[in-house]
Antibody
């Protein structure tokens, strides 16, 4: 069974950094594009970033461009999101999501990031 | 990228049918047949219910169906059950390998 498990979230001060990880299992990770999607408390889902299967190309939402970096290690079946210069409005649950023909199909359970002093 | 437009809430009694709309534009919903729907129960991850506008993944009940007309997609749930009470989100491919989501609809089973 395909599964995604995120980790790395926590409480961080404004301006701080975190590295989120997402461990994939049950499918050929290196064959799939992967995304990060976030959900602020009580709010809707928002697309954050995408990386292609070999890791050579990535894209970002305007709200995180220049502060977030998506990457992957196909040998370790792991997706990453480096988040820097954190702001209060980055507070959210961050989901790792598999892309199946331009649509999200498998979601992780999410990892919570709280930005607060 | 502006969020797709969904009603904030819908409701229905057990056994009834409800429809949730999702309106975008020609650069997303109207431009691609890559519209999907997700069910999210409180403090849980979203679950795929419909993909490619109208296809159901294995294990999703047949009472969930999807359709699209122009720039508006719709999710219909027939024969409502108590466990269907949840938030529902639509998602569309928006070009340049990005996604755009709807704002979410809270379904209440009366």
């Amino acid at each position: 069974e395909a599964q995604l498990v995120e980790s790395g979230g926590g409480l961080v001060q404004p301006g701080g950094s975190l590295r989120l990880s997402c461990a994939a299992s049950g499918f050929t990770f290196s064959a799939y594009w992967m995304h990060w999607v976030r959900q602020a408390p009580g709010k809707g889902l928002v697309w954050v970033s995408r990386i292609i299967s070999d890791g050579s190309s990535a894209s970002y939402a305007d709200s995180v461009k220049g502060r977030f970096t998506i990457s992957r290690d196909n040998a370790k079946n792991t997706l990453y999101l480096q988040i820097n210069s954190l702001r209060a409005d980055d507070t959210a649950v961050y989901y790792c999501v598999r892309d199946s023909t331009y649509q999200p199909d498998i979601w992780g359970q999410g990892t919570m990031v709280i930005v607060s002093s | 990228q502006s969020a797709l437009t969904q009603p904030r809430s819908v409701s229905g009694s057990p056994g009834q049918a409800v429809t949730i709309s999702c309106t975008g534009g020609t650069s997303d919903v109207g431009g691609y047949n890559y519209v999907s729907w997700y069910q999210q129960h409180p403090d849980k991850a979203p679950k795929l219910m419909i993909y490619d506008v109208s296809k159901r993944p294995s294990g999703v009940p047949v009472r969930f169906s999807g359709s699209k007309s122009g720039n508006t997609a719709s999710l219909t749930i027939s024969g409502l059950q108590a466990e269907d009470e949840a938030d529902y989100y639509c998602c569309s491919y928006a070009g340049s390998y990005t996604w755009v989501f709807g704002g979410g609809t809270k379904l209440t089973v009366l």
